[in-house]
């Protein structure tokens, strides 16, 4: 593209909150739907440490290349935990906050199909829901008690937590995994086409985001100096909602994107060419793009309340899963319910690319928060500061 000054956004910045980082490609495995475990969240892996390291990912189980990341200070999985009653109090009401997006379908899904009503209501709770565009939006909300819970990217949440020194949030469980692509002009053959380009202007959703820290690191791992928020002279980037990427695409005024999904297959279809799938970055082929957290106090102060949560997510989970072609008609009119229209063709397309799960893979945390840091998007902190961050619910005596 010859023009270079910045494009108007239909989103705020937002926070500097990170929220990327990738791993390496591989089959995508099968992860167990949770069953009767009591864990809320799964998967707790080691944090590495994350001050003064600037690789895009470092090598081993979670990393793809540069230097290894370092092992958490004390090598124990149950520092991120943070044990909550088997038993106890459920709210009045709770307010829930998500996203119109196929990356939010066990949201959606669980809400349209009355599982939060059936779940929490057993225990005298009744709801309300809220739709963000926006993880550093959401936090806000969050963070003034305007919702209880929501499901937003991790890094918003990590980041979240890492400033509130962990009294923002806490970890419930997770909810979708990849769904995000670079997508650009089909005139980019290939990554070095791209990497070759005079002037490329390129969008994500949000300053700081998943997307927007995915891009950046990449972008970095292949040899690209960046120079605060707008990128460089030769690669500008973006912040721009979803909704007005696609539209700025068609009209020759984007060369591509880094987005979730369903924006990113919207854009293949209007002519764009898929041209790195996150997934491919990632070991195992999985990373986490959806998470379900809740207010730190509200947890601990209504322990049912979150269980009940959790216990609606896993079945709309099981049923994503188990669902078939039917899946794509159930959120096409879960997101119709929320006033957004997508065809089924295009939702079906999408999800191929992500898998719904409950694990909020958080062994990829670290690296996460370390891509966020290494942006500029986020101060270096040690590996003690994620320490706390997952709900874990203790067995019933």
């Known amino acids: 593209m010859s023009e270079r000054e910045p494009l108007e956004s239909g989103a705020e910045a937002g926070n500097a909150a990170g929220d990327a980082g990738l791993r390496n490609v591989g089959p995508e495995p099968e992860r167990p739907v949770a069953g009767e475990t009591r864990r809320f969240a799964l998967g707790l892996g080691a944090l590495a440490v994350l001050a003064g390291t600037t690789a895009w990912l470092g090598t081993g189980a979670r990393g793809v290349t540069g230097a290894p990341a370092a092992s958490a200070t004390d090598g124990s999985a149950t520092s991120l935990e943070t044990p909550l009653p088997a038993t106890g109090a459920a709210a009045p009401h709770l307010n829930l ?4 997006n196929v990356t939010h379908a066990p949201a959606l899904v669980a809400e349209s199909r009355g599982l939060f009503a059936r779940h929490a209501g057993a225990h005298g709770t009744t709801h309300a829901t809220q739709v963000f565009n926006a993880g550093p939006a959401t936090i806000e909300a969050l963070s003034a008690g305007a919702v209880d819970a929501a499901y937003l990217g991790p890094s918003p949440a990590l980041n979240s937590y890492v400033k ?3 009294r923002s949030l806490l970890v419930l469980a997770g909810a979708t995994s990849g769904g995000a692509s670079l997508v650009v002009n089909p005139r980019f053959a290939d990554v070095a086409a ?3 380009a005079e002037s490329v202007t390129l969008a994500s959703p949000q300053l700081g985001g998943t997307q927007d820290v995915a891009l950046r690191t990449w972008l970095r791992s292949q040899g690209v100096t960046l120079k605060g928020a707008g990128g460089s002279e030769r690669f500008v980037i973006n912040a721009v909602d979803n909704a007005q990427t696609l539209a ?3 009209q020759g005024r984007l060369d591509g994107a880094w987005l979730p999904e369903p924006w990113a297959t919207r854009l293949v279809a209007a002519g764009a060419r898929r ?10 082929g999985v990373f986490p793009t959806t998470v379900l957290v809740m207010q730190r106090d509200f947890a601990i102060r209504y322990p049912q309340t979150a269980a009940d949560l959790v216990a609606a997510n896993s079945e709309s989970i099981a049923w994503l899963r188990g669902a078939g072609p039917a899946a794509a008609g159930a959120i096409a009119a879960a997101l119709a319910a929320q006033g957004a229209t997508l065809a089924e063709e295009i939702i079906a397309e999408s999800v191929r690319y992500l898998e719904f799960t409950p694990d909020p893979l958080t062994d990829t945390y670290a690296t996460l928060l370390q891509n966020a840091v290494a942006a500029g998007l986020a101060e270096p902190v040690n590996a003690t500061a994620l320490h706390g961050l997952v709900a874990v619910q203790e067995a019933t005596p």
């Open 164 to 166: 509130s020194a962990g």
């Open 275 to 284: 041209l790195i799938d996150e997934r491919t970055l990632w070991p195992g």
């Open 194 to 196: 791209l990497l070759a």
């Open 97 to 100: 906050g998500f996203f119109a």
């Open 248 to 250: 700025l695409y068609e």
